[in-house]
T-cell receptor, first 114, second 114 residues
Framework: AQSVTQPDIHITVSEGASLELRCNYS??????LFWYVQSPGQGLQLLLK??????LVQGIKGFEAEFKRSQSSFNLRKPSVHWSDAAEYFC????????????FGAGTILRVKS | DGGITQSPKYLFRKEGQNVTLSCEQN?????MYWYRQDPGQGLRLIYY???????QKGDIAEGYSVSREKKESFPLTVTSAQKNPTAFYLC?????????????FGSGTQLSVL
C-alpha cells in the first residue's frame, strides 16, 4: 500500500536558522511528490512539486526539496527561516498508476522562535 | 478572483442530524475532492469527482455522501451514520484529472458535534 511518513510531528527552529523537514514514501510506482503548507484554519498552499527531471526543485518562499529515489525521500529545506514560516507542512505523493489520489503525510508543525 | 469557496467556516451538528458542507469553485476545474483532516493524521480522502454527475469513494467514505450536479459545486453531506464527524474538512479542485497537477484548496470548514 502507498504511504507517506513525516517522522517529525513538531520542529522548532530559531529565526534565521536552516530548516529541513523530512518526508519518506512507500510507493510501488514512479511517484509525483508535493509539499503543501497550511496556516491555522486555512486551506493548503502548494510550495513545490516534483514530476521528473532535476531532482532538486525550487519552490515559493525560498523553499527547495530534493528527491532521492534510493532513499525514497523528498525532504524540504530552507536555508534561513523567517517567523512567517511557522505553519504546518504536508508532504504528499501520487502516482499515475494509482489513479488520481494523493496520499498525504500526517504533517509537521513548524515553530519559529525569535 | 477565481478560487474555491467553502461554507460555512464553522458548523455544529446535533446527534442524529445530517449536515451539508458547501464547496463552490469558479476555476472551471474538472476534478473536485473532499478531504478530512484530523490532528496528527494528515488529510484523508473522503470522495472525489472527476466529471459532472460522477463521483468515487475515497478512503473514508462511510457516513458521507456527495453530489456533482454542476461542475462548479461539490457539496458534502455528513450523515448521522458518521459517528465521529468532528474534524476540519477541506475541499479541493484540480484543473484536470491527472495526478501530477496541483490541487487548489478551499479555506476549510470546522465541523463540531454539539
Amino acid at each position: 500500500a502507498q504511504s507517506v511518513t513525516q517522522p517529525d510531528i513538531h520542529i522548532t527552529v530559531s529565526e534565521g536558522a536552516s530548516l529541513e523537514l523530512r518526508c519518506n514514501y512507500s510507493y510501488g510506482a514512479t511517484p509525483y511528490l508535493f509539499w503543501y503548507v497550511q496556516s491555522p484554519g486555512q486551506g493548503l498552499q502548494l510550495l513545490l512539486k516534483y514530476f521528473s527531471g532535476d531532482t532538486l526543485v525550487q519552490g515559493i518562499k525560498g523553499f527547495e526539496a530534493e528527491f532521492k529515489r534510493s532513499q525514497s525521500s523528498f525532504n524540504l529545506r530552507k536555508p534561513s527561516v523567517h517567523w512567517s514560516d511557522a505553519a504546518e507542512y504536508f508532504c504528499a505523493v501520487g502516482a499515475w498508476e494509482y489513479g488520481n489520489k494523493l496520499v498525504f503525510g500526517a504533517g509537521t508543525i513548524l515553530r519559529v522562535k525569535s | 478572483d477565481g478560487g474555491i469557496t467553502q461554507s460555512p467556516k464553522y458548523l455544529f451538528r446535533k446527534e442524529g442530524q445530517n449536515v451539508t458542507l458547501s464547496c463552490e469553485q469558479n476555476l472551471n476545474h474538472d476534478a473536485m475532492y473532499w478531504y478530512r483532516q484530523d490532528p496528527g493524521q494528515g488529510l484523508r480522502l473522503i470522495y472525489y469527482s472527476q466529471i459532472v454527475n460522477d463521483f468515487q469513494k475515497g478512503d473514508i467514505a462511510e457516513g458521507y455522501s456527495v453530489s456533482r450536479e454542476k461542475k462548479e459545486s461539490f457539496p458534502l453531506t455528513v450523515t448521522s451514520a458518521q459517528k465521529n464527524p468532528t474534524a476540519f474538512y477541506l475541499c479541493a479542485s484540480r484543473i484536470g484529472t491527472v495526478t501530477n497537477e496541483k490541487l487548489f484548496f478551499g479555506s476549510g470548514t470546522q465541523l463540531s458535534v454539539l
